[in-house]
């Protein structure tokens, strides 16, 4: 703007007119950057750090004596362009998946999965379904509100007990299936 008033000479009013712009916005001077140590810093932290996001940088500026909000940190660490660039996770097998034939006789292969629903009163009620993926059989169902892994290893145990034991259960991995109750029937049934 200054270029355009002193080569052409124009005035400041013209010149402001030609490009369009208000002259409030000319004549208001440049605050100074806030930012500009923290920013300095972070880029310093950054750099040497490669692998800290903004909560771990924030902590680090703490340390060293910076009275900052960890949104203000957030803010210049996005304006900076220091975000993480994530890796995409690779899924790889944790090993080779074999497809299992399907079953030839009863007790052979059977299912274990939850199915909820809810009363009229509101309340959720949850049933835990055992099939035999032979012949469709259900061999129990489990009713109840709460239904944990200790319920589930239970529910086997008694299974077991009346002397229905399938070869293998497939199950999902929702808590209840993954629980220490479920692993401590394993490796009891598995000593036996």
Known sequence: MRHTIEAHGYSELRACQLIGMNRRTYRRPVKPDRDAELRRRLRELAEDRRRFGSPRLHILLRREGY??????????????????????????????????????????????????????????????????????????????????????????????????????????????FTSKALDALRMRTESN
């Not at 890796?87 to 497809?99: D, N």
């Open 67 to 176: 009275v900052v909000n960890h949104k203000r940190v957030e803010r210049v660490y996005r304006e900076e362009g220091l975000s993480l660039r994530l890796r995409r996770r690779r899924k790889h097998p944790s090993r080779l998946r074999v497809v299992t034939p399907g079953p030839t006789e009863s007790n052979q292969h059977w299912a274990m999965d939850f199915v909820s629903d809810s009363l009229d009163n509101g309340r959720r009620i949850r049933v835990l379904t055992v099939v035999d993926l032979w012949d469709r059989r259900s061999p129990c169902l489990e009713p109840g509100q709460s239904i944990t892994g200790e319920r589930v290893a239970r529910m086997l145990e008694a299974l077991r007990l009346k002397g229905e034991c399938p070869q293998t259960i497939r199950l999902d991995n929702g808590p209840e």
